[in-house]
């Protein structure tokens, strides 16, 4: 068994981006991983199409593509396609690995379906968190209202009372009580 390629999960995660909803990467970034041409890696995507429906693999528009370029702080700004780049769902860059076949293609290919992996239980620990802050706000929204009547009500009965400056006991009538 070959020794898997490390690849920082950091730049993985750099290299997935979020397009018409989905989690992709993009095709010059997929070659760039597999050691080969992105010329090359569309041509075999091209020779073997049938394995790639709609949801494996999207054609970006020119438009689409400025506006990934413009997220992407590698590429210059006066950078511009020349063809329309093809991006990969996850789905899609598993398939990659039965059309491109090399060694370091099938290392590279586990190492972003864990990266793809890391980030799916990321959103959803996040959508957890989301979801008791949300249950939390609900049981909170009708205690205003008590606590508004504890307040106005409750609280100055628990106040104890301002003390009185009449003398409690007997008086004697008397003005001077010196005897």
């Known amino acids: 068994m070959t020794k898997l390629m490390h690849i920082s ?15 992709v990467m993009l095709d010059s970034d997929l070659a760039e991983l597999y050691g080969v041409e992105t010329k090359r890696l569309n041509e075999q995507v091209t020779r073997n199409i049938e394995r790639f ?4 693999m999207i054609q970006l528009t ?8 413009s997220q992407i702080a590698t590429l210059p700004t006066e950078s511009h396609f020349r063809h ?10 598993l398939m990659l690995s039965s059309v491109l076949r090399s060694p370091q293609a099938v290392q590279v290919n586990i190492e972003i379906m864990r990266a793809f992996v890391r980030l799916r239980k990321v959103s959803l620990s996040y959508a957890d968190i ?12 009708g205690h205003d ?16 009372p301002a003390p009185s400056k009449r003398k409690i006991g007997f008086k004697s009538g008397k003005k001077d009580d010196d005897a």
């Open 84 to 93: 329309k780049p093809r991006v990969f769902t996850e789905h899609g860059i």
């Open 145 to 160: 209202d008590q606590f508004k009547i504890f307040n106005e009500i409750i609280l100055p009965l628990l106040e104890a």
């Open 9 to 23: 999960n950091e730049y993985l995660e750099q290299k997935i981006y979020q397009i018409r909803g989905q989690k």
């Open 62 to 69: 020119f438009e689409e593509a400025n506006n990934l370029r």
């Open 53 to 56: 429906p709609d949801d494996f």
């Open 130 to 141: 989301a979801a008791k802050i949300e249950e939390i706000e609900s049981r909170l929204a």
